[in-house]
């Protein structure tokens, strides 16, 4: 597998084994970890957040950049509050983890999105893959599971033939098969909306040969229903996109709001 993104900053407190003792005497904590994305900068990301919640009844949050220490915490704890993918989640949910949805992320107005295969037009379909570089943001375990929901069980021996480049975001991934980094890449539709955009010549010489199943974007998740704390913090979560600064932590995410789960 190649990969094009900075080393991730690791926080101490999972080095050290000092995690339970840095949030003793917190409130509610949001955790998080999306396999569909790289963020380049944990700092930043937890910093930003911290500050807000503080702010807003004292809570923190605590993002994650490997699923086994995530998966970890979930284990370990009965409340509090999991950011996470739907893919994630289902995977989680065949594992007989309780997790449920208390909120979706929303972008522009959608809750859902599909992931696109998209490729220059001189490859004509997804046999012409065999070989090749696909390039994705995100996880080389979900680049790989969206793959062989595209490909479907008649093409999913391809998968052995195909390398992944891991890059930063969608329209990295895009991008690359413009520069000749890969030949097909996979993308959320608002990846290619915006590839139109800012490179619309760049956008006419794609097509796509494939799209996977839509899906629920970033989920607000819980492990029982939400006590009084856990309660108020996912109201707290959910007003976020009014307020200025809780919209910009938003956009960290890749999301421009919340909806409460009916």
């Known amino acids: 597998m190649k990969r094009i993104l900075p080393v991730f900053f690791i926080f101490s407190v999972f080095i050290t084994g000092s995690y339970w003792s840095a949030y003793s005497n917190v409130g509610s904590i949001i955790y998080f970890y999306n396999p569909e994305t790289n963020i380049n900068n944990f700092a930043t990301l937890k910093t930003s957040f911290d500050t807000y919640l503080v702010n807003h009844g004292g809570y923190y949050f605590q993002p994650f950049d490997s699923r086994e220490n995530f998966e970890a915490v979930i284990k370990e704890k009965k409340g509090d509050i999991y950011l996470l993918s739907s893919w994630h989640l289902k995977a989680l949910q065949q594992k007989n983890v309780p997790l449920k949805i208390a909120l979706v992320g929303t972008s522009k107005g959608n809750t859902m999105q599909r992931k696109v295969l998209s490729t220059k037009k001189d490859i004509a379909d997804v046999t012409m893959l065999k070989n090749t570089v696909v390039a ?127």
């Open 136 to 262: 994705g943001a995100g996880s080389e375990e979900y680049i790989h599971s969206v793959l062989k929901q595209i490909l479907g069980k008649e093409q999913e021996a391809l998968l052995k033939d195909i390398k992944i480049l891991i890059v930063p975001k969608d329209i990295d991934a895009i991008m690359a098969v413009g520069f000749g980094m890969a030949s097909a890449a996979i993308s959320a539709e608002s990846g290619l909306d915006k590839l139109a955009m800012i490179n619309p010549n760049q956008f006419r010489e794609l097509h796509s040969l494939g799209f996977s199943e839509k899906d629920y974007l970033l989920v607000a998740a819980t492990l029982k229903k939400p006590e009084q704390q856990e309660a108020e913090l996912l109201e707290v979560l959910r007003k976020m996109s009014e307020a200025d600064a809780g919209g910009e932590n938003l956009k960290l995410l890749g999301i421009d709001g919340w909806r409460a789960m009916q």
